[in-house]
Structure formats: structure tokens, C-alpha cells
DNA sequence: ACTTTAATTGAGTAATTAATCACTAATGAC
DNA sequence: GTCATTAGTGATTAATTACTCAATTAAAGT
């Protein structure tokens, strides 16, 4: 990857998520890069391109936040760790999840792909974990992770982070 | 108010929250009003003032749905109607809640100022409920109503609703 | 009926938009 | 070193953008 291409998908990023993609030009991104306009074009064909390129970004980066919290064997470990997978994202991680959790709004296409295998491990605990409806108790804590993402995606995870234990404490983790 | 004012909010809104507000334009609006381009702006001076206009009819609108719940006596008939709202919101205001809360990642300045007295009462209200932390316990509660609310505006009253009542049980009400 | 005011139109504008294009500079293969 | 491929530029384009304005119609007041 050459330079000014990463240049490119960084002044990207950090403007997707903070104005959003709508509101933010391919001149406005090239002007942040320091890069001329056209080089977007060459490397990403259109801007819908940069933006699919970073979702991919986020993927790979996601594969590997997630694989060692999916091998964890003990259910309440494992349930622990991905509640706390929101306080966790720093830097260019941070600004991919806010860009995308900002734009599922809009795109009811993608939600949020690479967090299926995380989902589909949260019900599996949550049938061997507790016997009467775990169905709708892991959807309800699908939902609070869901929100608590959001917020801290949001507010930043300083201000969120004292809510983490309590929520623990609700589901007996 | 004439009937194409009204035509015309009632387009924007449907369009707002639905496409978001940078990626709907005016002449889009216009159009599904079945109204000249121009008098958007002889209303409403601009795109933003139209915007306005809409968060001002929420405000309007959440104070008639808030008031009854803000009166209520008992503790926890207060936070369980306060968590049975997201469910309550229909049509227009469902769309005007929708518009607002996924605006709220680029606007710093409105955080749902309406729902500032609920936010307060929350407060007050587990100050008196549990003695030990009652802050965070609030915090965790009020985080939780976000992400619902954010779940239910997203995805719908219906895919979310069998959240409801576990929720309630989390929080001994 | 008449006059004033408000509502509405649609053509028009200047600025901005995403995207293209002809071109040059750099890099790598051999 | 030569040549082919890729990286990079910046001027340009056609379309779209939010917004204006003069002219027309409808409503309201007296």
C-alpha cells in the first residue's frame, strides 16, 4: 500500500465518522490528505469504493479482535469479554465502528457482518448458560451491547465506563 | 398553518429520517411534497430551518407524551412507563424521533434537550430506590433506555418487544 | 368591489459536487 | 538502461446543490 493511499483512507475515515459520509466531499478529503483529488479516484474508483474499503478495513480488524474472545470456553468469561469489547477500541478501530454504526441508519444492508459470529456465540452461551427463555435473555443482551456501543461510540468510553460493572452485576457475570 | 406547509414538513420527515438529512435535497423534498422548490424557503428560509421546525414539533410532541409519565408518584410505575415509551412511539413521531437520534452522532449540541426532565427524574428516582451507587444504577438505566430506544427506532417496536419485559425484571420493576 | 397581504410558482444562479481525462513522475522487471 | 506499469496531478466536466427572485394567484380585510 503506498503512502498517499493510506493518507487517503485515514483523512477519509476520520471525516466519515465524525460529519458523516453524506455530508463529507471527495474534495474535503483530498484537501485532509494532502492529496490531489483524482488520486481517490484511481485508487477506490468512486467514493462509495473508499467507503466499502474501510468497512473491509474494519473487518480484518474486527477478525482479530474477536478470535480469541470466540475461543473462550467458560460462557460467563466469554460473555464478560465481549461486554467489554466496546471499551476497548482505541484510535483508527474507534473511528471504523462510529462511521459504521452511524451509517447503519441508512444501509440496511450490512449489519454490522463481522459481529454475526459474536451474536451467534451469545445465543449458544445464553441456551447452556440458563434453561427458561434464553432466547429472549440473550437478545436482551445483544441489545444492551448494542446500546452500550452506541454510547460509548458516542460519548466516548471515559464517560461510559462506570456503567460496565453494573451491567455485570444484572446478568450474573 | 396552510396545507402545503404542512405538506412539505411531512415530506421532509418522511425523507430525513429515512435517507438522513445531508442525503436528502431540497428539490427531492419538493418533489414528494408535490410542491414548487421555492416555497420551502419562503417558510422555512432554509434546509436547516426546515430541520428546526421538525425538532421544534418533537419537542412540542414529547411534552404531551412526557407529561402524565413525569407526574407519576410511585418510583417504579415512573421507570417502567419511562422504559414502555420507545414501544409507544408511533407515525410521526416515531419518524421525528428517528430523524433526531440518528442526527445525534453529528450534532453535539442537542442531546434530546426534551428529554432532559426525564433524564433528571431517573435520577431522582433511584436516589430515593436504592441507597448504594443510585448514580450508576441511573447511568446503567438511562444507557440501557438509550440503546432500547435506538434498537426499537432501528429495527422496529415489534423485533424488539419480547426485550421489554426481561428488561423489567433486570431492574426489579 | 377594491386593496393589501400572503401563498405559490418556476425559471434562474452561483457554487459545489462526484467523477473524468490527458498528462507527467515514479517504480519495478528484465 | 529500457520499457511497461503504476502512482499522482490538476484542470475540466456535466450534473446537482441550496437558494433567489420576479411574476402570478389566492385570501383576507374593509
Redesign the pocket.
Known amino acids: 500500500m503506498?503512502?498517499?493511499?493510506t493518507l487517503i483512507l485515514e483523512a477519509a475515515l476520520e471525516l466519515f465518522s465524525t460529519k458523516g459520509f453524506s455530508a463529507?466531499?471527495?474534495?474535503?478529503i483530498s484537501n485532509t490528505a494532502?492529496?490531489?483529488?483524482?488520486?481517490?479516484?484511481?485508487?477506490f474508483?468512486?467514493?462509495?469504493?473508499l467507503f466499502q474499503a474501510l468497512v473491509e478495513k474494519n473487518d480484518f480488524l474486527n477478525n482479530i479482535l474477536f478470535k480469541p474472545i470466540l475461543e473462550l470456553e467458560h460462557p460467563k468469561v466469554f460473555l464478560k469479554q465481549v461486554l467489554s469489547i466496546p471499551f476497548q477500541l482505541k484510535g483508527e478501530q474507534f473511528s471504523l465502528w462510529r462511521m459504521i454504526y452511524s451509517q447503519q441508519w441508512y444501509r440496511d444492508d450490512f449489519f454490522q457482518k463481522s459481529m454475526l459470529p459474536i451474536k451467534e456465540k451469545i445465543k449458544k452461551v445464553f441456551k447452556n448458560l440458563i434453561h427458561e427463555d434464553s432466547d429472549a435473555e440473550a437478545q436482551t443482551f445483544f441489545l444492551i451491547l448494542d446500546g452500550i456501543i452506541s454510547s460509548v461510540l458516542m460519548l466516548g468510553a471515559a464517560k461510559t465506563f462506570p456503567v460496565f460493572e453494573n451491567i455485570l452485576r444484572k446478568f450474573n457475570l
Open positions: 503506498t503512502s498517499k493511499k463529507t466531499t471527495t474534495r474535503d494532502g492529496v490531489s483529488e483524482g488520486l481517490i479516484f484511481r485508487h474508483i468512486n467514493k462509495e469504493g
